[in-house]
């Protein structure tokens, strides 16, 4: 097999298992075992659980990021719309383009943020990746009545908004509604390090000590997943 085509399928495989959180073990038989390891990989975690043409669609995205970006750009020149705006702004996204992801976003919406809460999310979202903390205020402010704004990620940068600004009360409040149990553990970590700095070390102390039990019983996927996390309240909670 071609030494370019070896690189791309195992970049695919260490790819595809990050993003599904598999087992550290595939990383292994995937790196030392390249081409048959992948193999496995392929036939084991990913051919009998995706169809082939959205294998295929990744593959290519490893081996060249920004075409999916340039197709949506020619989509939109053959068609501005809403929505091919916006999908072009996911895809400048995928590949941490923030800043041109927001402009599509911007222009999708025409400063009409009545008409798609989801789009308003993602724009708070891209302010947030490049600490435009005005503006993530700003858009959070235009969906916190929304029914699905409690306790989801867009009120959760809010609340870090606020405190950047220094609005460190209203940070709290938003920021608190985040803490929900048996999810949410890093959110809660950092929730939880926020109230120390305010000295409420008893308030964060209960929120780690909640993490700690509920790890104990995590899923073997979850345990993989938050590994990092739960070490991190680990040493956090000793600390205080």
């Not at 939109?76 to 705006?85: G, L």
């Not at 989801?118 to 205020?137: A, H, M, P, R, S």
């Not at 969906?143 to 940070?171: C, H, T, V, W």
């Amino acid at each position: 097999m071609p030494y370019f085509l070896i690189i791309a399928l195992q970049g695919f495989c260490i790819y595809h298992a990050i993003k599904n959180s598999r087992e550290y073990y595939w990383y292994f038989l995937i790196l030392f075992l390249p081409v048959i390891g992948s193999i496995i990989y392929l036939i084991t975690q990913v051919f009998n659980k995706r169809d082939l043409d959205v294998v295929q669609n990744e593959i290519v995205s490893v081996i060249n990021p920004t075409k999916k970006v340039n197709d949506l750009r020619k989509q939109v020149e053959f068609a501005d719309t809403f929505q091919n705006r916006v999908l072009l702004g996911d895809a400048l996204y995928e590949i941490k383009d923030y800043n041109s992801g927001i402009c599509e976003y911007e222009i999708a919406l025409n400063d009409n943020y009545e008409s798609d809460t989801g789009v308003v999310k993602k724009l708070l979202e891209g302010y947030y990746q490049t600490n435009q903390f005005d503006k993530v205020i700003f858009c959070a402010e235009k969906i916190d009545q929304k029914p699905d704004f409690k306790g989801s990620r867009s009120q959760f940068l809010y609340g870090l908004a606020l405190k950047e600004e220094g609005r460190s009360n209203e940070a709290e409040e938003n920021l608190r509604s985040i803490d929900q149990r048996y999810s949410n553990y890093e959110e809660r970590y950092i929730l939880a390090q926020f109230l120390i700095s305010r000295g409420k070390n008893i308030d964060a102390k209960e929120i780690l000590s909640e993490i700690m039990l509920e790890s104990q019983h995590m899923s073997k996927h979850n345990h993989n997943k938050y590994r990092g996390v739960v070490n991190d309240v680990k040493k956090l909670i000793t600390s205080i």
